[in-house]
């Protein structure tokens, strides 16, 4: 069962542009949601989380959206950089467990 | 400590054959997580430890496949018999249990290969 969906594969923006990267959860009793970042060869890096307590986090240019009613997520990378091309991943998480969902190819062009 | 390690980066091996990997947390770190990964999924939940003992065993973890955490520390991983279905790259990843902070810190991953 997959309990976290990232429904789109890819995504390509221009250099400078907003990035949106959505994810989808199902199970309510995940509490702490997660954004990793995936360069080929390596491990996924940690990027920015939040709190089910919260709506919204922000770190530099990236910010995460959580709208619990709609048990959905969303990271928001302004302006978008050639660096940031790499699959993302989503991850949702209860103490002991997490899942992730099957990762978002960004490409931001020059 | 620069972070979680894990070795080998890669491995081929015959089918039949067992394996063993092993990874290295980030030394402050009390939890440790083992993850498979398929090309185009997600990394896959196999098991975890807290400190020296392992508190959840996916169902995705067979019979072939057991892991150690003896003295809370290094990990290791073992496929006996392996398949050619267990070709993935193994991740770890360890954490410090803090509040409700849930961040997991990941290594670069074995590569395995079953010919």
């Known amino acids: 069962d997959q309990q976290v969906k990232q429904n789109s594969p890819s995504l390509s923006v221009q250099e400078g542009r907003i990035s949106i990267l959505n994810c989808d959860y199902t199970?309510?009793?995940?509490?702490?949601f997660l954004w990793y970042k995936k360069y080929p060869a390596e491990g996924p890096t940690f990027l920015i989380s939040i709190s089910s307590i919260k709506d919204k986090n922000e770190d530099g240019r990236f910010t995460v959206f959580l709208n619990k009613s709609a048990k959905h997520l969303s990271l928001h990378i302004v302006p978008s950089q050639p660096g940031d091309s790499a699959v993302y991943f989503c991850?949702?998480?209860?103490?002991?467990?997490?899942?992730f969902g099957a990762g978002t190819r960004l490409t931001v062009k020059p | 400590d620069t972070g979680v390690s894990q070795d080998p980066r890669h491995k081929i091996t015959k089918r039949g054959q067992n394996v063993t990997f092993r990874c290295d947390p980030i030394s402050e770190h009390n939890r440790l997580y083992w993850y498979r990964q398929t090309l185009g999924q997600g990394p896959e939940f196999l098991t975890y430890f807290q400190n020296e003992a392992q508190l959840e065993k996916s169902r995705l973890l067979s019979d072939r496949f057991s892991a150690e955490r003896p003295k809370g520390s290094f990990s290791t991983l073992e496929i006996q018999r392996t398949e050619q279905g267990d070709s993935a790259m193994y991740l770890c990843?360890?954490?410090?249990?803090?509040?409700?902070?849930?961040?997991?810190?990941f290594g670069p991953g074995t590569r395995l290969t079953v010919t």
């Open positions: 991850a949702a998480s209860a103490p002991g467990d997490m899942r």
């Open positions: 990843a360890s954490s410090l249990v803090s509040g409700d902070s849930y961040e997991q810190y």
């Open positions: 199970n309510s009793m995940f509490d702490y």
